[in-house]
């Protein structure tokens, strides 16, 4: 079992940033996925970014692509969503998952095993 816990949500206002961060804890893996998913009230939730974890490989959502970063650190098991440039439409609630199947669609949500609570992230206009 793993555990997520997310860190970091807030609000700013448009053109500015924050930094998300995912601690994990419990069963320790090698392998897979760690991803960013986000919902907004009313939407699907929606694929941002992931990480392989073995060899940092980066995977973004064509609306995000050169205003987030997403990171890992594998010696504290924790992942990071440096957001700049922040529009109103990345206001929604976001969430870490893992997914341990390095050979599924890191785009699809059921693909991921285990998920943290979400940090909500505000930004307004």
């Known amino acids: 079992q793993v555990q997520l816990a997310e860190s970091g949500g807030g609000l700013v206002q448009a053109g500015g940033s924050l930094r998300l961060s995912c601690a994990a804890s419990?069963?320790?893996?090698?392998?897979?996925?760690m991803g960013w998913f986000r919902q907004a009230p009313g939407k699907e939730r929606e694929f941002v970014a992931a990480?392989?974890?073995?060899?940092?490989?980066?995977f973004y959502t064509d609306s995000v692509k050169g205003r987030f970063t997403i990171s890992r650190d594998n010696a504290k098991n924790t992942l990071d969503l440096q957001m700049n440039s922040l529009k109103p439409e990345d206001t929604a609630l976001y969430y870490c998952?893992?997914?341990?199947?390095?050979?599924?669609?890191?785009?699809?949500?059921?693909?991921?095993?285990?998920w943290g609570q979400g940090t909500q992230v505000t930004v307004s206009s």
């Open positions: 998952a893992v997914n341990t199947n390095i050979f599924s669609d890191y785009r699809l949500g059921r693909q991921y095993n285990y």
């Open positions: 990480i392989t974890w073995s060899r940092g490989l980066t």
């Open positions: 419990g069963r320790i893996f090698s392998s897979g996925f």
